[in-house]
């Protein structure tokens, strides 16, 4: 006796759940949950940081000689400071001002940054030095990524793991723009 045909939507469900069970598997196997560095102590972090390195950002689009400065507030918040010189290192600057507050308290590692009420945007600390001189910030979505340093320029060793790192860590690493910034004195 033949065996009833099931029918195509029920197959078409199950396909479909299936394509999806594979294409979550997939995700999850090539971007794990981002990590962060275990600790921050945001007043080292805090002061003058050279950007070193980007992921293509449409807000610093022609940006050179890139800084961000950090400034702890009485209330918690850090005063954010980025600069941007257009062009050239020698170019007009462009400063824009923001908030940024701790969304991790354990770790001070995950914080939200407003430039413009009400939006807001992660940044995540994901590698530290032990001597605050370089870090790796990113966003969870890993579309944001910069390679920070204290020095306008980063040692080549140092720049290298850094960059390993974030392509472990499943950034897009053969997109980044390297800034230009001033040669050290």
């Known amino acids: 006796m033949p065996r009833p045909r099931t029918p195509v939507l ?3 469900a199950v396909a479909a759940v299936a394509a999806g069970a594979a294409v979550y598997a997939l995700t999850r196997r090539r971007f794990p949950p981002l990590t962060t560095v275990p600790h921050v102590d945001l007043h080292r972090y805090a002061g003058q940081w050279y950007e070193i390195a980007r992921l293509p950002q449409r807000f610093e689009q022609g940006c050179t000689h890139v800084t961000a400065e950090y400034r702890p507030m ?4 850090i005063e954010v400071h980025n600069t941007c010189h257009q062009d050239s290192v020698n170019g007009p600057a ?3 001002r923001g908030l940024a507050r701790v969304v991790d308290a354990k770790t001070n ?3 939200k940054v407003q430039f413009q009420w009400p ?3 992660d940044y995540w600390i994901l590698a530290l030095d032990e001597d605050y001189r370089f870090a790796l910030v990113g966003t969870p979505d890993r ?3 910069w390679i920070l340093s204290r020095e306008p320029q ?3 060793p140092a720049l290298a793991n850094l960059t390993e790192m974030a392509r472990q860590k499943g950034f897009a690493v053969d997109r980044l723009i390297y800034t230009q910034q001033p040669e050290a004195a």
């Open 119 to 121: 939006f807001e945007g």
């Open 74 to 77: 009485a209330d918690g918040k």
């Open 143 to 145: 579309k944001g990524l």
């Open 94 to 96: 462009e400063t824009v």
């Open 109 to 111: 590692a995950k914080l």
């Open 10 to 12: 029920w197959q078409a």
């Open 154 to 156: 980063l040692s080549h």
